[in-house]
């Protein structure tokens, strides 16, 4: 038995989230994966009930599951509440309490959405790699920090930290997914001007001594960047701190032609992990309907790929995603394409149902 902790959260989360249910429920009953699940305020939803992002309740369910299903958190209306009880801080302090640390950010992209990229599609068509970004340390939760007055002008003030072990961690996490793919690791860092860097890349190299099989790189931030958009089939792994991890995966999503299809997981050193769309919470569209939930119904294919050792059914659920695609089923995020013929747009309850025709069809 698994218990999966259900986070909707806020803007259009609740609307992905219930597609995703609805596609985790059809597996777990169907192959009889003995999951049961549990659904708790978090985000914004939760400082509206309880005046805390990240209630006691929410955080002990999220402690004793064994995975995590997130939506999305956050929006214009709490930009105005306290800092430390602002949505996204409420999810710095989750990945900070279950020591999430590893971040694996896909970058995948479909045959059937070449043309949605922003790039050529003979630049990106099979494109396949995965950023690895070390989640909960580096410059979002270096000490000291803050804003104060020097000299008589406000200075704002943040610090980047590494210690050996948390990079020695991430970095064994990178080289492990690079030995299940192509056994080749870009470690990105900025060393020729951070001395944070210089260990970064020291321990790396070590690191990579127990994998000679991997072939390990080291690319600079800033040509990493452009490296992306110039030749992103270049990359099978990367590997990178928070802040440049935060950047880079997200440039990669815009390669996929839109970030609305790509999942996420945050890995904890025992494989446990919390598993949520890249997305954000869309607020401008929440209630519309129109949101794509496929990113999240992805992402509980990761959830029981990684954490759940549920194989099967994580294949069931990519093949059926794929399916809905070669039908040319496409929400309005990916429809770039929506002049041929035979490309239908559809709403999120419609892609949901279909992605659930798709799962039954094949069984």
Known sequence: ?????????????????????????????????????EEHVFGGAAYDKHGDPLPDVTLNACRNSDAILLGAVGGPVYDKAPRDLRPERGLLRLRAELDLFANLRPAMLFPELADASSL??????????MIVRELTSGLYFGQPRGIEIRDGVRTGFNTMVYSEPEIERIAIRAFEIAMQRGKRLCSVDKMNVLEVSELWREVVERVGQSYPEVELSHMYVDNAA??????????DVMVTGNIFGDILSDAAAMLTGSIGMLPSASLDSEGKGMYEPIHGSAPDIAGQGIANPLATILSVSMMLRYSLNKAAAADAIDAAVSKVLKDGLRCKDIANDAAANEIKIVNTDEMGNAVLSALNNAS
């Open 120 to 129: 050529k599609a003979e630049l990106v068509a099979g494109l396949d790699m």
């Open 226 to 235: 452009m490296q992306l958009v110039r030749a992103p089939k270049q990359f």
């Open 1 to 37: 038995m698994s218990t999966v902790t259900i986070l909707p959260g806020d803007g259009i989360g609740p609307e992905i989230v219930h597609q995703a249910m609805r596609v985790l429920d059809a597996v777990n009953t169907s192959m009889n994966l003995g999951i049961t699940t």
